[in-house]
T-cell receptor, first 112, second 116 residues
């Protein structure tokens, strides 16, 4: 069974601080997606990473895919209250069916 | 707005009743997915369609659940004889395949089901 574990589960920080969220698995993924979800809403796609070692930047967010395509990280620089939400990683399985395996989620709260 | 839409957004029902949810994917997307998300968890895969063909069903999808995508456009998810354990957010996603080496899924806002 392919599993994705995220850490930390919860994170409460002050505005302006930096943080890193991790997404780890023992399985290899064809690609990995990061989503942010607000309460009562569906996940909104932030980025897709495909190549081992790939780094993508989205404003203050930096995403990295591990060399072996088993893990990923999300780093936020100078967090703002608008970054508050549930961050989910989702792996594209290698079975050819393209169903996603989602991580357990990291709930981030940024205090003003 | 041309994103994925789901109706209704909220549904409250009594145990034993049947409910049906609808998902309208992004218009040119040929793949459609259903997921279920309970509080504090990430979404779990239920089933997916390529055009009108249902290609995979999770073991989570008991006999009381059925999904259809009759014309390869919108999809419905029906739950018969609902149980309290069915209370969850039901999410629909769609993607265009093959578009590249990846299959990026775009999610709708979800339908929140509460079974009393």
């Amino acid at each position: 069974t392919q599993l994705l574990e995220q850490s930390p589960q919860f994170l409460s920080i002050q505005e302006g601080e930096n943080l890193t969220v991790y997404c780890n698995s023992s399985s290899v993924f064809s690609s990995l997606q990061w989503y942010r979800q607000e309460p009562g809403e569906g996940p909104v796609l932030l980025v897709t990473v495909v190549t081992g070692g790939e780094v993508k930047k989205l404003k203050r967010l930096t995403f990295q895919f591990g060399d072996a395509r088993k893990d990923s990280s999300l780093h936020i620089t100078a967090a703002q209250p608008g970054d508050t939400g549930l961050y989910l990683c989702a792996g594209d399985t290698t079975s050819g069916t393209y169903k996603y395996i989602f991580g357990t989620g990291t709930r981030l709260k940024v205090l003003a | 707005d041309t994103g994925v839409s789901q109706n209704p957004r909220h549904k409250i029902t009594k145990r034993g009743q049947n409910v049906t949810f609808r998902c309208d994917p992004i218009s040119e997307h040929n793949r459609l997915y259903w997921y279920r998300q309970t509080l504090g968890q990430g979404p779990e895969f239920l089933t997916y369609f390529q055009n009108e063909a249902q290609l995979e069903k999770s073991r989570l999808l008991s006999d009381r659940f059925s999904a259809e995508r009759p014309k390869g456009s919108f999809s419905t998810l029906e739950i018969q004889r609902t149980e309290q354990g069915d209370s969850a957010m039901y999410l629909c996603a769609s993607s265009l395949s093959p578009s590249s080496s990846t299959d990026t899924q775009y999610f709708g806002p979800g339908t929140r089901l509460t079974v009393l």
